[in-house]
Protein backbone atom coordinates (compact mmCIF):
# COMPACT_ATOMS: atom_id res chain seq x y z
CA UNK A 1 0.00 0.00 0.00
CA UNK A 2 1.41 3.19 -1.25
CA UNK A 3 -0.38 5.55 0.80
CA UNK A 4 -1.86 7.42 -1.90
CA UNK A 5 -5.59 7.22 -2.36
CA UNK A 6 -7.19 7.43 -5.65
CA UNK A 7 -11.44 7.14 -6.37
CA UNK A 8 -13.03 6.18 -7.95
CA UNK A 9 -11.26 3.35 -9.37
CA UNK A 10 -13.52 2.94 -12.13
CA UNK A 11 -15.51 4.93 -14.07
CA UNK A 12 -17.68 4.66 -16.89
CA UNK A 13 -19.59 7.59 -18.63
CA UNK A 14 -20.00 8.72 -22.50
CA UNK A 15 -18.54 11.13 -24.92
CA UNK A 16 -19.04 14.99 -24.20
CA UNK A 17 -19.45 14.03 -20.22
CA UNK A 18 -17.19 15.83 -17.83
CA UNK A 19 -15.83 13.89 -14.68
CA UNK A 20 -13.86 14.14 -11.81
CA UNK A 21 -10.93 12.24 -10.58
CA UNK A 22 -9.97 12.76 -6.31
CA UNK A 23 -6.24 11.91 -4.44
CA UNK A 24 -5.47 12.39 -1.39
CA UNK A 25 -1.48 12.15 -1.63
CA UNK A 26 0.66 10.27 1.93
CA UNK A 27 0.39 11.83 4.63
CA UNK A 28 3.33 14.40 4.77
CA UNK A 29 3.43 14.83 1.34
CA UNK A 30 3.27 18.43 -0.70
CA UNK A 31 3.37 17.09 -3.70
CA UNK A 32 0.88 15.96 -5.88
CA UNK A 33 1.38 14.48 -9.60
CA UNK A 34 -1.19 13.49 -12.50
CA UNK A 35 -0.09 11.20 -15.04
CA UNK A 36 -1.92 9.47 -17.88
CA UNK A 37 -1.10 5.75 -18.73
CA UNK A 38 -2.75 4.70 -22.47
CA UNK A 39 -1.60 2.30 -25.21
CA UNK A 40 -0.70 4.77 -27.66
CA UNK A 41 1.11 7.09 -25.50
CA UNK A 42 2.08 5.48 -22.64
CA UNK A 43 2.90 6.98 -19.23
CA UNK A 44 2.81 10.76 -19.88
CA UNK A 45 2.71 13.79 -17.15
CA UNK A 46 -0.01 15.62 -17.05
CA UNK A 47 0.16 18.12 -14.04
CA UNK A 48 1.98 18.90 -10.80
CA UNK A 49 1.08 20.55 -7.81
CA UNK A 50 3.07 21.42 -4.74
CA UNK A 51 1.20 22.89 -1.30
CA UNK A 52 -1.36 23.96 -3.38
CA UNK A 53 0.35 25.98 -6.13
CA UNK A 54 0.92 24.64 -9.74
CA UNK A 55 4.49 23.78 -10.51
CA UNK A 56 4.51 22.27 -13.84
CA UNK A 57 2.10 21.19 -16.87
CA UNK A 58 3.37 18.23 -19.40
CA UNK A 59 0.75 17.64 -22.46
CA UNK A 60 -2.78 18.54 -20.93
CA UNK A 61 -5.46 19.29 -22.76
CA UNK A 62 -7.02 22.11 -22.19
CA UNK A 63 -10.36 20.25 -21.80
CA UNK A 64 -8.34 18.97 -18.24
CA UNK A 65 -7.76 21.11 -15.04
CA UNK A 66 -6.60 20.59 -12.01
CA UNK A 67 -6.16 21.70 -8.41
CA UNK A 68 -4.69 21.22 -4.69
CA UNK A 69 -7.12 22.25 -2.07
CA UNK A 70 -5.80 23.38 1.57
CA UNK A 71 -5.94 20.03 2.72
CA UNK A 72 -3.86 18.81 -0.15
CA UNK A 73 -5.57 16.88 -1.78
CA UNK A 74 -6.03 16.72 -5.40
CA UNK A 75 -8.70 16.70 -8.32
CA UNK A 76 -8.70 16.23 -11.79
CA UNK A 77 -11.28 17.50 -14.04
CA UNK A 78 -11.88 16.61 -17.35
CA UNK A 79 -14.61 17.71 -19.87
CA UNK A 80 -16.28 17.33 -23.13
CA UNK A 81 -14.59 13.92 -22.76
CA UNK A 82 -13.74 12.46 -26.38
CA UNK A 83 -12.93 8.21 -26.50
CA UNK A 84 -9.60 9.03 -26.55
CA UNK A 85 -9.41 10.10 -23.35
CA UNK A 86 -10.21 6.56 -22.17
CA UNK A 87 -7.15 5.42 -20.11
CA UNK A 88 -5.62 4.89 -16.74
CA UNK A 89 -5.09 7.91 -13.88
CA UNK A 90 -2.81 7.90 -11.65
CA UNK A 91 -1.71 10.30 -9.09
CA UNK A 92 1.30 10.25 -7.26
CA UNK A 93 2.68 12.00 -4.23
CA UNK A 94 6.02 13.29 -2.83
CA UNK A 95 7.33 15.12 0.24
CA UNK A 96 8.61 18.59 -2.12
CA UNK A 97 9.85 18.64 -5.17
CA UNK A 98 13.56 17.82 -5.12
CA UNK A 99 14.73 15.14 -7.36
CA UNK A 100 15.99 12.57 -5.71
CA UNK A 101 12.43 12.02 -3.87
CA UNK A 102 10.79 8.97 -5.18
CA UNK A 103 7.31 9.87 -6.61
CA UNK A 104 4.58 6.69 -4.83
CA UNK A 105 1.32 5.88 -6.92
CA UNK A 106 -1.84 5.48 -6.17
CA UNK A 107 -4.04 2.45 -8.17
CA UNK A 108 -5.39 4.70 -10.95
CA UNK A 109 -8.39 5.44 -12.02
CA UNK A 110 -9.37 3.68 -15.17
CA UNK A 111 -11.41 6.06 -17.16
CA UNK A 112 -13.56 4.28 -20.20
CA UNK A 113 -15.77 6.63 -22.49
CA UNK A 114 -18.52 4.81 -24.36
CA UNK B 1 15.96 16.56 -24.99
CA UNK B 2 15.28 14.15 -21.64
CA UNK B 3 14.75 11.34 -23.36
CA UNK B 4 14.10 7.11 -21.73
CA UNK B 5 14.68 4.21 -24.32
CA UNK B 6 13.52 0.90 -22.65
CA UNK B 7 14.12 -0.82 -26.01
CA UNK B 8 12.78 -4.52 -24.62
CA UNK B 9 9.31 -4.78 -25.33
CA UNK B 10 8.62 -7.84 -24.36
CA UNK B 11 10.97 -10.73 -22.94
CA UNK B 12 9.75 -14.29 -21.68
CA UNK B 13 11.76 -16.63 -19.51
CA UNK B 14 11.53 -19.47 -17.53
CA UNK B 15 11.29 -19.69 -13.76
CA UNK B 16 14.93 -19.36 -12.20
CA UNK B 17 16.36 -17.86 -15.37
CA UNK B 18 17.93 -14.52 -14.82
CA UNK B 19 16.99 -11.13 -16.52
CA UNK B 20 18.54 -8.05 -17.47
CA UNK B 21 15.75 -5.49 -18.33
CA UNK B 22 17.34 -2.71 -20.61
CA UNK B 23 17.32 1.42 -19.79
CA UNK B 24 19.22 4.23 -21.85
CA UNK B 25 18.66 7.49 -20.92
CA UNK B 26 19.51 11.00 -22.62
CA UNK B 27 19.45 14.32 -20.07
CA UNK B 28 21.33 17.45 -20.57
CA UNK B 29 21.58 17.80 -16.68
CA UNK B 30 24.77 17.23 -14.85
CA UNK B 31 22.74 16.04 -11.45
CA UNK B 32 19.70 14.39 -12.57
CA UNK B 33 17.85 10.49 -10.69
CA UNK B 34 16.80 7.77 -12.02
CA UNK B 35 14.09 5.48 -11.03
CA UNK B 36 12.54 1.88 -11.67
CA UNK B 37 9.05 1.56 -11.28
CA UNK B 38 6.64 -2.67 -11.56
CA UNK B 39 3.88 -2.29 -12.82
CA UNK B 40 2.15 -6.02 -12.02
CA UNK B 41 -0.82 -7.03 -13.87
CA UNK B 42 -3.33 -5.52 -10.79
CA UNK B 43 -2.05 -2.34 -12.46
CA UNK B 44 -0.59 -0.40 -9.61
CA UNK B 45 3.05 1.61 -10.11
CA UNK B 46 5.30 -0.08 -7.38
CA UNK B 47 8.68 2.19 -6.67
CA UNK B 48 11.47 -0.23 -7.04
CA UNK B 49 14.67 1.98 -7.03
CA UNK B 50 16.01 5.37 -7.19
CA UNK B 51 19.67 6.18 -8.47
CA UNK B 52 21.91 9.55 -7.98
CA UNK B 53 23.84 10.88 -11.21
CA UNK B 54 27.10 11.32 -8.75
CA UNK B 55 26.69 7.86 -7.56
CA UNK B 56 27.90 5.17 -9.52
CA UNK B 57 27.94 2.09 -6.77
CA UNK B 58 25.40 -0.95 -8.15
CA UNK B 59 22.48 -1.86 -5.76
CA UNK B 60 21.77 -5.00 -4.78
CA UNK B 61 18.48 -5.90 -2.92
CA UNK B 62 17.72 -9.20 -2.62
CA UNK B 63 16.78 -11.32 -6.28
CA UNK B 64 16.96 -7.44 -7.52
CA UNK B 65 20.43 -5.48 -8.66
CA UNK B 66 20.83 -2.38 -10.64
CA UNK B 67 23.75 -1.62 -12.63
CA UNK B 68 24.71 2.23 -13.28
CA UNK B 69 26.92 3.17 -16.33
CA UNK B 70 26.79 6.83 -16.57
CA UNK B 71 29.74 6.10 -19.62
CA UNK B 72 27.09 4.61 -21.28
CA UNK B 73 23.98 6.42 -19.96
CA UNK B 74 22.72 3.31 -19.32
CA UNK B 75 20.45 1.96 -15.78
CA UNK B 76 19.55 -1.73 -16.25
CA UNK B 77 18.07 -3.99 -14.37
CA UNK B 78 18.41 -7.61 -13.35
CA UNK B 79 16.23 -10.28 -11.94
CA UNK B 80 17.93 -13.35 -10.60
CA UNK B 81 16.44 -16.66 -10.32
CA UNK B 82 13.18 -15.24 -11.54
CA UNK B 83 9.52 -16.23 -10.00
CA UNK B 84 6.36 -16.21 -11.79
CA UNK B 85 5.40 -12.94 -9.39
CA UNK B 86 8.07 -11.06 -10.93
CA UNK B 87 5.63 -11.25 -14.00
CA UNK B 88 5.04 -7.66 -14.70
CA UNK B 89 5.91 -4.56 -16.90
CA UNK B 90 9.06 -2.64 -15.49
CA UNK B 91 9.41 1.00 -16.15
CA UNK B 92 12.54 3.28 -15.96
CA UNK B 93 11.95 6.81 -15.16
CA UNK B 94 14.06 10.07 -15.56
CA UNK B 95 13.43 12.76 -13.20
CA UNK B 96 12.83 16.13 -15.46
CA UNK B 97 14.47 18.73 -13.27
CA UNK B 98 14.27 22.44 -13.50
CA UNK B 99 16.20 25.05 -12.25
CA UNK B 100 15.87 25.91 -9.14
CA UNK B 101 14.45 22.87 -8.25
CA UNK B 102 10.33 23.85 -9.09
CA UNK B 103 9.48 20.48 -10.56
CA UNK B 104 11.04 16.83 -10.82
CA UNK B 105 8.48 15.10 -13.23
CA UNK B 106 9.26 11.74 -14.18
CA UNK B 107 10.10 11.23 -17.88
CA UNK B 108 9.06 7.27 -18.41
CA UNK B 109 10.33 4.94 -20.56
CA UNK B 110 8.16 2.49 -22.77
CA UNK B 111 8.18 -0.43 -20.20
CA UNK B 112 9.26 -3.83 -20.56
CA UNK B 113 6.43 -6.67 -20.39
CA UNK B 114 8.44 -9.31 -18.49
CA UNK B 115 6.54 -12.88 -18.69
CA UNK B 116 7.99 -15.30 -16.13
CA UNK B 117 7.08 -19.30 -16.89
CA UNK B 118 6.71 -21.77 -14.62
Known amino acids: DSGVTQTPKHLITATGQRVTLRCSPRSGDLSVYWYQQSLDQGLQFLIQ???????AKGNILERFSAQQFPDLHSELNLSSLELGDSALYFC?????????????FGDGTRLSIL | AQKVTQAQTEISVVEKEDVTLDCVYE???????LFWYKQPPSGELVFLIRRNSFDEQNEISGRYSWNFQKSTSSFNFTITASQVVDSAVYFC???????????????FGTGTLLAVQP
Open chain 1, 49 to 55: YYNGEER
Open chain 2, 27 to 33: TRDTTYY
Open chain 2, 93 to 107: ALSDLRTGGATNKLI
Open chain 1, 92 to 104: ASSVGTVGNQPQH
